[in-house]
């Protein structure tokens, strides 16, 4: 079935680096783009970054913007996200979830919890 | 930069009842505009994409509508099932936005 499964959550200190990976399967990785979504405790859904299905055009949230990379591994059905200095507020579920169409998002992964704290 | 804003932050109705749940754009937005609900401990679930069309297995009780700035979800009857947290979004020149959410709890 169509399934999307973060991993590499976990506490990091601030100004540490982190990378979370979402392997995808049940669907033709290569020809969707590919989000990251993120949910502070008790809080709404902040959406992070897109890559195009080819890794060619990456976007980014401007509170992420210079700190965090988004990329893909079409050869291996995986999706990154490096997280580079992290900082507290930047502590929430991080989801990944396929592009639908050009607007949406219609396959969601059940998550990995990043608590930045030292 | 577009600010979605929804209302009300809280729906208290009973099952069977008709929901409406409203989301305005601080600008006048394009067609990409999508519903999701979300429950406790879930990730969100896609519900309406380009602000009227049904996602895939949704069942016909949701329906999206509006453009311009103001877009709206309505539930027509609600089941048991619905009472969660629903969010609107939208994608603007590969930026997106999602509204703060309306949690819909049972009256």
Known sequence: QVQLVESGGGVVQPGKSLRLSCVASGFTFSTYGMQWVRQAPGKGLEWVAVIWYDGSNKHYADSVNGRFTISRDNSKNTLYLQVNTPRAEDTAVYYCARLWGLGAFDIWGQGTMVTVSS | ?107
């Not at chain 2, 380009?50 to 509508?65: H, L, M, V």
Request: proline share 7%; net charge positive; glycine share 8%.
């Open chain 2, 1 to 107: 930069e577009i600010v979605l804003t929804q209302s009300p932050a809280t729906l208290s109705l009973s099952p069977g009842e008709r929901a409406t749940l409203s989301c305005r754009a601080s600008r006048s937005v394009s067609g990409f505009f999508a519903w999701y609900q979300q429950k406790p401990g879930q990730a969100p679930r896609l519900l309406i994409y380009d602000a009227s069309k049904r996602a895939t297995g949704i069942p016909d009780r949701f329906s999206g509508s509006g453009s311009g700035t103001d877009f709206t979800l309505t539930i027509s009857s609600l089941e048991p099932e619905d009472f969660a947290v629903y969010y609107c979004q939208h994608r603007s020149n590969w930026l997106f936005t999602f509204g703060p959410g309306t949690k819909l709890d049972i009256k």
